[in-house]
Structures are given as C-alpha cells and as structure tokens.
C-alpha cells in the first residue's frame, strides 16, 4: 500500500533561512508520481511540482528546489531564502501508475516564516 | 482560465441535517475528485468521477455520496449529518481519466456540524 510521510509537523524559521521539509514515501509500483503542494491559511492547496519516478533530476523554480532520492524514496522540498508569505502548511503526495488510485497525501508540514 | 470554484464557502448546519455541497472545474477538465480535511485525519479521499461515473471511492460510509453532471461540474451530498463530519471539503480537478494527472484545487467548503 502507498503511504507518504512527513514527519516535521512544525518548522519555525526566521526570514532568510533556508527551510528543507523532508518527504518519505512508499510503493511498491515503479512507475509513480510525486507532487507537492502549498495550502495557505485561505485552505486552497496549490500545486507547486509533479515529477516521475523516471526522472531524478533535481528541480529548481526560484527560490523553490526539490530533491528526488528514490534510493531512499525521498522528495524533499527546500525554500531557499524564506519570506513570510512562505507561510502555510506544505503537503506531499504520491499516486500511483495506471493512474486508477487517487492521491495520497502526508499529514502535512506547518511552516512559520517569522519577519 | 478561471480556477476551481466551490460552493458555498461556509456552512452551518445541525445534527441529522444534509447537505449538498458543489464544484466547478477548470473549463475543460472531466475529471473532478472530493477531499476531507480534518484536524485529526488529515487530507482523505471521497470518491472522483469522470464523464459523469465514479471511479473511485474512499472509505467513507454511504451518507457521503456524489455526482457528476455532462458539463463536468460535480456535487457531493452529506445525509444525516454527525458532529464528525465537521471539516473542509476540498474539491479538484483534472484533465483526464489518469489520477496521476496534477489535480487543481478549489478554495474548498468549511462546513460545521453543531
């Protein structure tokens, strides 16, 4: 069974830091799908990044990075340079391929920017 | 292109109520899933649809059920409200038939059971 864990409940940083949130997952399937998503205190979950199981390579959109690591079926997530309006819980999810089964979603990581 | 829409916003409702709950997807997606969002449980999936059939459905009893119109809006429905079903209730939506798709999220439906 697929299952995704986050197990930073809550992350506290100052304005400027850099932030990792760590992401575990688990399947059994090869082909997978790995996504992150930002739900600010408005509860909208935005989409921030899909990636395969067949593609390692890091990402990098802005001050927002990601690190794929399927030898330890990890996706973490790192903001660099926090701000304030990072604020916000961040999900991990995974589906998995044929794509008949719904996501599945970490319990979530509440990230605090303080100014 | 506008985003999810979801309908209405907040809810109060009591115990044995029911309630219906709506979504708009993204022109042109045909796929829309339904979330829960709890304090204690977390984000857990309904059921989705697509072309007006479900899919899929989670382990939720059958006072939660849904629907799926030609146009790709969906409705869910809550019979015999109970305190627990307290929570947010997420909508997304996706292009096609593949759940490994991104899905997009609507603002979601704060709904209260008292």
């Known amino acids: 069974a697929q299952k995704v864990t986050q197990a930073q409940t809550e992350i506290s940083v100052v304005e400027k830091e850099d932030v990792t949130l760590d992401c575990v997952y688990e399947t059994r399937d090869t082909t997978y799908y790995l996504f992150w998503y930002k739900q600010p205190p408005s509860g909208e979950l935005v989409f921030l990044i899909r990636?395969?199981?067949?593609?390692?390579q890091n990402e990098i959109s802005g001050r927002y990075s990601w690190n794929f690591q399927k030898s330890t079926s990890s996706f973490n997530f790192t903001i660099t340079a926090s701000q304030v309006v990072d604020s916000a819980v961040y999900f991990c999810a995974l589906s998995e391929a044929p794509g008949n089964t719904p996501l599945v979603f970490g319990k979530g990581t509440r990230l605090s920017v303080i100014a | 292109k506008a985003g999810v829409t979801q309908t209405p916003r907040y809810l109060i409702k009591t115990r044995g109520q029911q309630v219906t709950l709506s979504c708009s997807p993204i022109?042109?997606?045909?796929?829309v899933s339904w979330y829960q969002q709890t304090p204690g449980q977390g984000l857990q999936f309904l059921f989705e649809y697509f072309s007006e059939t479900q899919r899929n459905k989670g382990n939720f009893p059958g006072r939660f059920s849904g629907r799926q119109f030609s146009n790709s809006r969906s409705e869910m429905n809550v019979s015999t409200l109970e305190l627990g079903d307290s929570a947010l209730y997420l909508c997304?939506?996706?292009?096609?038939?593949?759940?490994?798709?991104?899905?997009?999220f609507g603002p979601g439906t704060r709904l209260t059971v008292l």
């Open positions: 022109s042109g997606h045909r796929s």
């Open positions: 997304a939506s996706s292009f096609g038939q593949d759940l490994t798709d991104t899905q997009y």
């Open positions: 990636r395969n199981s067949f593609d390692e």
